[in-house]
C-alpha cells in the first residue's frame, strides 16, 4: 500500500474546480504519470462513468480503468483497478471567498506479488505528489482562465 497526500489553494470557486475534476480526462493535463486517459461511453459525467487511463511510472506503462464512484458538492473520488492495483483518488473541497482549498489523496493497494514493492515505491509515489500539487492549480487556470491576483489569500 501507498498514500500521498496533499493540501492545494486554487483560486476559482469550489463549484467550478469540482465541475472541472469531475470529467478524469482532464488527469491528462495535472497528473504527470498518465499518458492518456479516454472516457468510456457518452453522456454527462456523473457516479458510474468510466475512463481508460493509461499511465507511465518508472520506465513502464500500465492501463487502468478509472470509475466516478463519489460526486458530491465537496469531494470527489474514483477507483482505478487493473490485475497489479486499485488505486483511489479523492479529492475534498473547501471554499473560502472564491478560493477553493483541495486535500488531494491517492491511495495505491497492490495485489498478489507487486504488494512487496508497494513500501519501495512510497518515495516515488511522494515526488509524483509534489509534482501534481504543482500542476493542477496551472490546468485548473488553463481551463477556468486565470484569476486575476488577490494578494496573499491563505486558508
Given at each position: ?32 504519470g498518465t499518458v492518456t486517459c479516454e472516457r468510456l461511453g457518452g453522456g454527462t459525467v ?29 469531494r470527489l473520488t474514483f477507483v482505478g483497478r487493473n490485475k497489479t492495483a486499485t488505486s ?48 493542477l492549480p496551472r490546468a485548473v487556470d488553463h481551463a477556468l482562465g486565470t484569476p486575476p ?7
Amino acid at each position: 500500500m501507498v498514500e500521498v497526500e496533499r493540501v492545494l489553494t486554487v483560486r476559482h470557486p469550489l463549484d467550478e474546480v469540482v465541475r472541472y475534476l469531475a470529467d478524469f480526462s482532464h488527469a491528462e493535463m495535472w497528473d504527470p504519470g498518465t499518458v492518456t486517459c479516454e472516457r468510456l461511453g457518452g453522456g454527462t459525467v456523473s457516479v458510474g462513468t468510466e475512463w481508460r487511463n493509461v499511465s507511465e511510472f518508472r520506465g513502464r506503462r500500465t492501463e487502468l480503468r478509472y470509475r466516478l464512484v463519489r460526486w458530491v458538492p465537496d469531494r470527489l473520488t474514483f477507483v482505478g483497478r487493473n490485475k497489479t492495483a486499485t488505486s483511489t483518488d479523492d479529492m475534498r473541497f473547501e471554499e473560502h471567498a472564491g478560493v477553493t482549498r483541495l486535500t488531494y489523496r491517492a491511495h495505491v493497494d497492490f495485489h498478489g506479488l507487486a504488494r512487496l514493492a508497494g513500501p519501495l515505491l512510497q518515495r516515488e509515489f511522494e515526488r509524483l505528489g509534489d509534482q501534481v500539487s504543482e500542476r493542477l492549480p496551472r490546468a485548473v487556470d488553463h481551463a477556468l482562465g486565470t484569476p486575476p491576483p488577490q494578494g496573499d489569500r491563505r486558508l
